[in-house]
């Protein structure tokens, strides 16, 4: 092997990892979702299946993530309106608790949609 | 010399790699005010201006929510009072720019936007910001708020009085108060500088401007399922506002009760799933969305076309999507196998 | 290498193009790229785009031993007669082959100005590798998936272009050696003839 053949076998090395890098990290292979809590906002993996207490305004409400998807499953709110919603699953469905001030939106790799009307 | 032509393929290499392009960045915030989750974006290339722009949408909501807000003490419920009383209230020029706007939209949607039916409203337990699960109530208190028949057509509205022929007139403007902070907000972002923006209260939304080189792309979630029903792409300074029955309710007894209370029938209204509208100011949209729900798959196009509203996609009962063909060209849906129905137009 | 020109004369019957044993080789290297190409095309691969390109290595040797217009001509053969064969030619196929094809051509023909030694069969095998990876991938995504998700596979297609090159190179490099040393007793036992002939 010549030099330069060292020297292509080192570019190719290097080459690689930068584009895994790149390429691959800043958002999860999977999706991951933001949980808000107050001002605080909180991302999570849906990758691994959790269940979560989460305390906020009026008291504890319960956030399970299963299968790649999220849901309330209780909260102190009379309403239950953010039980309601259901499990979300993909880039942009969302759903609040909003007397405990606690609210829940799936993140993906760009966004399609800036902004959700409903 | 090996390192020089090494450099440069690793340059063009990297070069390469970098072909695909970051978005511009959007500064988002959350805020609850206004009874709901309002969220702004905001793009500007200095994220302290876009920071400053999302405080300013919070205080200008916040005015207006402490000004207008239904049932918690505010000068609104103020105005309430006196005008159970027979009295005559002394009103400020936002006032009146507000109760105007008010006035006009209502009596081109044939009062089916009705922001004087407050006490219904407030009967049917919507005056909380979280229902609990309850009786519906009984037949005879709605036949006898409906007998006593308020609307804005009650309303005698000059510069500086408000004064109301009929004592049932309560105001709740939850169809349109929200849509009106929403354009309030929006002037101040103008005001200050700010080109490129969507103020999003509790789902409703205005846009401004655009994201970079493409427009603001907006989903209209799917009024049953999870996920996104259709998208649209706003083109200018645009509002896109629906009214679903599925916002607020309470369930009792295996029926779904919605907050949208049809003024003639004194139930909530059940002519629709849910409306969507495009139209630029926001009140507007936010009261014709309301109008248009209680009007119907069949009265619909009339009321839309009294209200100037020509950008129109209601869902009907049986998932039947009928559009104006404006709404037509503008609307990309995002299902397959919709039924749509695109009424005639008049062009 | 010394390259005898074809040479090609008028007669009352036609012309006749005269062939050198070189000639024959080329020929004989290129369809034995046609045939890798096919095989390779049949083979089911874990990633749309991924083939070990084992053609590569017919190229790579070509242009070692007789320069790099040559190994345009071959090159190009494989991809214009494969496709044909196969039924692809000017189908989304034929063009990502193409442009791969392209790129690593024009890889190739940097090298070739390198000062000194240059790269051997392991680096040009590499790099070619890896340009016709980045050609193929980047016609794909001008022309048929423009979406970002794609480059999402790129690392791990470079990552096959990488593994593969430096096989495909270790390959040519046998098969040079091994010509090599052909030639090396074909001389030795001629030397030795003429050296019995002499005495």
């Not at chain 1, 001002?39 to 849906?46: D, H, K, Q, V």
């Not at chain 1, 499953?73 to 309403?79: E, M, T, Y």
């Not at chain 2, 009295?87 to 105007?100: A, D, E, M």
């Not at chain 2, 200018?236 to 295996?254: A, P």
Request: proline content about 5%; overall charge negative; charged content about 15%.
């Amino acid at each position: 092997m010549t030099r330069a053949d060292y020297c292509a076998v080192l570019f190719a090395t290097l080459l690689l990892p930068y584009l895994y890098i790149n390429q691959w990290t800043g958002d999860e292979a999977g999706i991951s979702a933001a949980i808000m809590n107050g001002s605080e906002t909180t991302e999570i993996s849906l990758a691994h299946d959790h269940t979560l207490e989460i305390n906020g305004a009026l008291g504890t409400s319960i956030i399970k993530i299963e299968d790649g998807k999220i849901r309330f499953v209780a909260s102190p709110c009379l309403g239950k309106q953010c039980i309601h919603s259901g499990w979300l699953e993909h880039a942009g469905e969302f759903a609040a608790c909003l007397p405990n001030r606690i609210s829940v939106a799936v993140l993906g790799e760009e966004p399609r949609f800036d902004s959700i009307n409903f | 010399m090996k390192p020089r032509w090494l450099s440069l393929l690793l340059i063009a290499t990297l070069g390469l790699t970098a072909c695909s392009e970051a978005p511009p960045q959007v500064h988002k915030a959350k805020l609850f005010t206004l009874g709901t989750l309002v969220d702004v974006s905001v793009l500007h290339p200095n994220e302290a201006t876009a920071q400053q722009a999302v405080k300013i949408v919070e205080d200008e909501l916040a005015i207006i929510n402490s000004q207008w807000h239904a049932w918690r003490d505010s000068p609104l419920t103020l105005i309430n009072q006196q005008l159970a009383q027979g009295k005559t209230v002394t009103i400020n020029s936002v006032s009146h720019h507000f109760l105007q706007q008010a006035q006009t939209l209502a009596a081109n949607s044939n009062q089916l936007f009705n922001p004087a039916i407050g006490s219904l409203v407030s009967l049917w337990g919507f005056h909380h910001d979280d229902r609990p699960d309850g009786a519906p109530p009984v037949k005879e208190k709605i036949a006898a708020a409906l007998k006593q028949a308020p609307s804005m057509a009650n309303i005698t509205l000059t510069e500086t009085t408000l004064a109301s022929n009929n004592p049932a007139v309560q105001f709740d403007f939850g169809a349109f108060g929200k849509g009106y902070a929403i354009d309030r907000a929006v002037e101040q972002l103008k005001l200050a500088g700010i080109e490129n923006a969507i103020v999003n209260a509790g789902g409703d939304l205005r846009a401004i401007g655009a994201k970079g080189d493409r427009p603001w792309r907006i989903g209209v979630r799917h009024p049953i399922e999870a996920g996104v029903i259709a998208s649209i792409e706003t083109n200018g300074d645009e509002s896109v506002f629906t009214s679903g029955n599925y916002e607020r309710f309470f369930d009792f007894d295996g029926k779904r009760y919605h907050h949208i209370i049809n003024p003639r029938s004194g139930y909530p209204a059940n002519d629709a799933i849910s409306v969507t509208v495009i139209h630029n100011n926001a009140a507007t949209a936010d009261a014709a969305a309301t109008a248009l729900f209680i009007a119907g798959e069949t009265e619909w196009p009339q009321i839309a076309k009294q209200m100037g509203i020509d950008e129109v996609m209601l869902i009907g009962n049986d998932l039947t999507i009928h559009m104006t063909p404006k709404m037509a060209q503008r609307i990309q849906l995002e299902i397959d196998d919709a039924q749509v129905n695109i009424i005639a137009g008049d062009s | 290498m010394s390259e005898k020109p074809n040479s090609a004369t008028a007669t009352k019957n036609g012309i006749t193009i005269t062939t050198t044993a070189e000639d024959h080789l080329i020929a004989w290297l290129a369809a034995l790229a046609i045939a890798i190409h096919i095989i390779e095309s049949v083979l089911p691969s874990p990633l749309p785009g991924v083939k070990p390109g084992l053609a590569n290595v017919i190229t790579i040797a070509v242009f070692i031993l007789y320069g790099w217009r040559t190994a345009v001509w071959v090159s190009m053969l494989r991809v214009l007669v494969g496709s044909i064969l196969i039924g692809t030619f000017l189908s989304p196929t034929f063009m990502l082959s193409f442009s791969g094809a392209v790129a690593s051509l024009i890889v190739l023909w940097l090298a070739s100005r390198l000062p000194g030694e240059g790269l051997g069969p392991i680096g040009l095998c590499l790099i070619t590798a890896m340009a016709h990876m980045f050609g193929q991938f980047y016609t794909a995504y001008l022309l048929f998936i423009p979406h970002d998700g794609l480059f999402k596979l790129l690392p791990l297609l470079m990552t096959a272009a990488v593994v593969f090159g430096i096989i495909s190179g270790i390959i040519v490099r046998s098969m040079l050696l091994h010509l090599e040393k052909r030639k090396n007793n074909t001389t030795a036992s001629a030397t030795a003839q003429r050296n019995e002939q002499e005495e």
